[in-house]
């Protein structure tokens, strides 16, 4: 089946009207929106939502997002934020550049006044892609903005039935979704469609009997809804191993600030290896050893998983060759307010197994 082809002819199905009355009834409540056919919700909540929601679940935002709106209720409070109490604060959420690139959002758009409101000024935006720019547009502004993520994405490959696998069938689901998007109401279409992707077209077992797009749905009515969109298999990803290292004195544990540059950058860590494992699981750890292994930490990034083994160091004398001005030791009692990306907390969590 030609993808394009299929999507020339949209459904003559009134696909737009349909949904924003199922939205009407069914909306989700979410801190960041306003209810269906209300005044748009303000440009930084929508915008802080929407970088916060890239590759994360609404689960996981909400805490984060009702965190950082009280403690900087505006844009102008963010942009004049320590960038590392942002840091910090955005510990667990991962993908730790949207942190660094909100920082430097927040103080271009105090710049200029306020943010643009199109879809392309929105995009000249430090760190804002295609999508968050089109969200963006769509739900604070109201502009006929196209707007797909990975549940449009699926929403839209379902009902033009594009059977070409992704990422390559992508420009043929953003002029099939261009084709359905009403020139009003533009905000609540792209809210509905993502709804109803979290809610009825889900990836596996879609609930097509309460949707209401069935009748415009060639996928459904082909009976190859749970099968799309279809995937380019992944390639196995990659482990990378290496170790980090705990060393503490007098109830407190050694940290380091990351390099701005790379992974994780920026944030506070424990000093590890530069995930370049030595054989051995010996060698030079950031003072002489003695060290002992304490068990080996996990973690998944997109592009690879990482095996980190956990080494501690019982030589408490060691810690005076520590120069100062590379770390900090951190009181133990305080360790929930490190701010620590994911799989230093991991190793931290171990680590006091370890010692317990
Ligand atoms: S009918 Fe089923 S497959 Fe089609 S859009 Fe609705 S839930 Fe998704």
Redesign the pocket.
């Known amino acids: 089946m030609q993808a394009s082809a299929e999507t020339k002819a949209s459904p003559s199905f009134a696909i737009a009207p349909a949904l924003l009355a199922w939205y009407d009834a069914h909306a989700r409540s979410l801190p960041w929106r306003a209810p269906p056919g209300a005044p748009p919700p303000d440009p930084y909540r929508v915008w802080l939502s929407e970088v916060m929601l890239q590759q994360t679940t609404v689960a996981a935002v909400g805490p984060y997002f009702e965190r950082f709106t009280r403690r900087w209720p505006t844009i102008a409070d963010l942009a004049a934020a320590d960038e590392a109490e942002i840091m910090a604060a955005w510990a667990g959420l991962g993908y730790y550049s949207r942190a660094r690139n909100l920082v430097a959002c927040a103080r271009e758009v105090v710049r200029l006044g306020g943010f643009p409101s199109t879809e392309a000024d929105l995009r000249k935006l430090p760190g804002l892609g295609a999508y968050t720019a089109a969200a963006v547009a769509a739900i604070a502004f109201g502009e006929a903005a196209v707007v797909v993520d990975a549940n449009v994405e ?2 839209v490959a ?2 033009f039935a594009i059977t070409d696998p992704l990422p390559g069938a992508r420009p043929a689901i953003r002029e099939a979704t261009a084709t359905i998007t009403p020139p009003v109401r533009a905000g609540d279409f792209a809210q509905a469609m993502m709804d ?2 979290a809610t ?3 990836v596996r077992s ?3 009997l ?5 009748g ?2 060639r ?2 009515a082909a009976g190859i ?2 099968a ?1 969109p279809a995937k380019t298999p992944k390639k196995p990803k990659p482990t990378r191993k290496g170790r980090v290292f705990w060393i503490e004195r007098e109830g407190a544990v050694w940290f380091v600030r990351r390099e701005a540059k790379g992974m994780l950058g920026g944030m506070r860590a424990l000093p590890d290896d530069g995930w370049h494992a030595r054989a051995d699981g010996h060698g030079e750890g950031p003072v002489a050893g003695p060290w002992r292994s304490g068990g080996v930490v996990r973690h998944g990034f997109t592009h690879f998983d990482l095996e980190l083994q956990l080494m501690l160091c019982d030589a408490a004398e060691m810690v005076h060759q520590l120069p100062p001005e590379e770390g900090e030791f951190w009181p133990l009692v305080r360790l929930d307010e490190a701010g620590l990306p994911t799989v230093f907390a991991k190793a931290a969590r171990l680590a006091l197994s370890e010692r317990s």
């Open positions: 699926r929403v379902r009902l109803l992707g009825v077209c889900t879609p609930r097509c309460l949707c209401p797009l069935r415009a749905c996928a459904e809804a749970e799309l």
